[in-house]
């Protein structure tokens, strides 16, 4: 059972963040609005941009000819962090929020780990979550040990976009993929102080390697897969095919994949079956936009209309609401707040949060009854109306608390996608229009559900539903 403090704490995280949804899109062979964030704790390094700008196309070109042509990088931005000096090239951003970033150019995690990762949490075939590098590896100080950073950037790329694994594994590091790599199977031995380095030896009861036997590559190389096993090689630059894979392996790959290929995978993907090669020998080179993460604005967007009353929506609502511009809310956000019913009021204009008492000032304005009709456009404008007293509403983020029985919700739709601005929408009940998932999608953020057990079907109670769920 979910309590009520649970509810609230996991319905403000999803105010605060809302976001999670890459932006990626695929056009004509080419990745666009690819966000790369860079970390606000990194110092200012102009340095830095540039070699991530120098990354991306080196690995443009590692991707195109590893896919037979098919794919490369189009677009990128490039989040700044607002610490960091201003300049008149840097614009400003729209959806691209931190949060939502593909690749993250971060701290190291303890000092000195810099190996790259990307974070996975669905199964074989599926978008990853994002990609960690550090500047250790964007500025060229990690080569001996990772290979070349396009290179690098590839291999974490397969694993973002087409959710394939690793074709190594540490715990058994002398098994290879592709067979045709070779090398040598040597450990370590210490003994009296001396160390020496000589062959391994098998195990006589698991016929296998010892523990501490390492495959050691030969430093010339033909063999030209596979990218997701060792991209530090030279001659590496296609990933593992049927014909060459080695399914004996203990590895990610063929644990997660049933024993299928890199490749075979990625031809599975919707990219490969909505594409074909392209012909030149060199993709185009990436257009980069440098964008500069500025001062956040946020506007409340919260429905008080009869239906509220139902199920202690309202209550929810305001509780909600309320931990979420005390505790979670940053200081220096700007921050406004609309209610509306049948039709929307201003209850405040953009507020720069930096005291206490303007917090609760603003907790002073949150609804206090429940009346009336349904116009979730009516409150959508008028964010946009406050918002654009002082800003653009490019950018600017929406938080819409509603249970969302409105069937009017697709009369605003154009005027959504025309303002640029990011909405997140949490629906606090069973019957919210299926129009508001969608308005969600509009911006590419998510639409959450949350209501009590008691307001869920007797359907949905039998499929075993906590009492608060969260779509």
């Not at 890459?22 to 964030?37: C, H, P, Q, R, T």
């Not at 973002?160 to 790599?181: H, M, Q, T």
């Not at 392996?249 to 990625?266: D, G, M, Y």
Request: net charge neutral.
């Amino acid at each position: 059972m979910v309590s009520f403090k649970t509810f609230l704490l996991t319905l403000v995280l999803y105010m605060l963040q809302g976001a999670g949804t890459s932006l990626i899109k695929l056009n004509n062979n080419g990745y666009e609005d690819v966000v790369i964030a860079i970390n606000p704790d990194l110092p200012e390094d102009e340095n830095l941009i540039q070699e991530i700008q120098n990354i991306v196309t080196e690995a443009s070109t590692y991707l195109y000819q590893a896919t037979e042509k098919r794919f490369y990088f189009k677009g990128v931005s490039i989040l700044i962090p607002k610490t960091w000096k201003t300049k008149p090239d840097y614009q400003k951003p729209k959806l691209e929020i931190y949060d939502n970033a593909d690749i993250f150019i971060e701290v190291p995690n303890p000092p000195g780990y810099n190996v790259p990762r990307t974070d996975q949490i669905r199964e074989c075939g599926k978008m990853g979550e994002r990609i960690h590098l550090t500047p250790d590896i964007i500025l060229n100080k990690m080569v001996k040990e990772y290979g070349p950073p396009g290179k690098i950037l590839v291999h974490e790329w397969a694993h973002l976009r087409w959710g394939v694994f690793e074709e190594y594994n540490e715990e058994e590091p002398f098994y290879k993929c592709s067979d045709a790599i070779t090398g040598t199977n040597k450990v370590n031995v210490c003994s009296g102080g001396s160390c020496s380095i000589r062959s391994c030896r098998t195990d006589p009861n698991t016929g296998k390697f010892q523990k501490e036997c390492l495959f050691i590559p030969d430093r010339g190389q033909t063999e030209k897969a596979s990218i997701m096993f060792m991209q530090s090689i030279d001659s590496v630059v296609e990933f593992c095919r049927k014909e060459n894979h080695n399914k004996d392996a203990p590895n990610a790959q063929n644990r997660k994949c049933n024993l299928r290929s890199t490749w075979e995978v990625i031809q599975d993907s919707e990219d490969y079956k909505t594409s074909t090669p392209m012909t030149a020998a060199q993709p185009p080179k990436p257009s980069f936009s440098l964008k500069q993460i500025g001062e956040r604005i946020l506007c409340l967007v919260l429905d008080k209309s009869g239906s509220m009353a139902s199920g202690d929506r309202l209550n929810r609502l305001k509780q909600a609401s309320k931990l979420f511009l005390l505790q979670i809310i940053e200081k220096g956000s700007w921050v406004g707040m609309i209610t509306f019913d049948s039709a929307a009021t201003i209850q405040s204009d953009l507020v720069q949060i930096e005291t206490d008492d303007q917090r609760n000032t603003l907790i002073t304005k949150l609804p206090g009854i429940a009346s009336g009709g349904t116009s979730i456009c009516s409150g959508l404008r008028a964010a946009f109306t406050a918002i654009r007293k002082k800003f653009s509403t490019d950018g600017a983020e929406i938080v819409l608390l509603t249970d969302g029985e409105d069937s009017t919700i697709r009369t605003c739709f154009e005027e959504v996608r025309q303002s640029g601005a990011i909405i997140h929408t949490v629906a606090l009940g069973p019957s919210a229009d299926r129009a508001l998932e969608e308005l969600s999608k509009l911006t590419v953020h998510k639409h959450s559900s949350v209501y009590p057990s008691s307001e869920l079907s007797a359907g949905d109670t039998k499929k075993g539903r906590r009492k608060y769920a969260f779509k």
